[in-house]
């Protein structure tokens, strides 16, 4: 059964940094693109970045050069560095994984900027 959870949200002040980690199981973690959403409050769900199987990454243009998305296949673990957090930072962040035909989305965890 595949299986993801998130873990290392927060409060943090604007320009502070926060790190995301993503817990996988259930499947061959290695194999598979792994991706961090985020849902701000009252807002649809948008993709924040992405990480292939070998490690080639993409990020959405409102967090590139702020936020890194990093993998460790020995921990079957994705990560997401969050750095000069802005307010409009704040959301539920999800990990998620596309196996097969199937998405897979861990509960999420709140991430709030606020002074």
């Known amino acids: 059964q595949v299986q993801l959870v998130e873990s290392g949200g927060g409060l943090v002040q604007p320009g502070g940094s926060l790190r995301l980690s993503c817990a996988a199981s259930?499947?061959?973690?290695?194999?598979?693109?792994m991706f961090w959403y985020r849902q701000p409050p009252g807002k649809e769900r948008e993709l924040v970045a992405t990480?292939?199987?070998?490690?080639?990454?993409n990020y959405a243009d409102s967090v590139k050069g702020r936020f890194t998305i990093s993998r460790d296949n020995a921990k079957n673990t994705v990560y997401l560095q969050m750095n000069r957090l802005k307010p409009d930072d704040t959301a539920v962040y999800y990990c998620?994984?596309?196996?097969?035909?199937?998405?897979?989305w861990g509960q999420g965890t709140q991430v709030t900027v606020s002074s």
């Open positions: 998620a994984a596309k196996v097969f035909l199937t998405d897979y």
């Open positions: 990480i292939a199987s070998a490690g080639a990454t």
């Open positions: 259930g499947f061959t973690f290695s194999r598979y693109a």
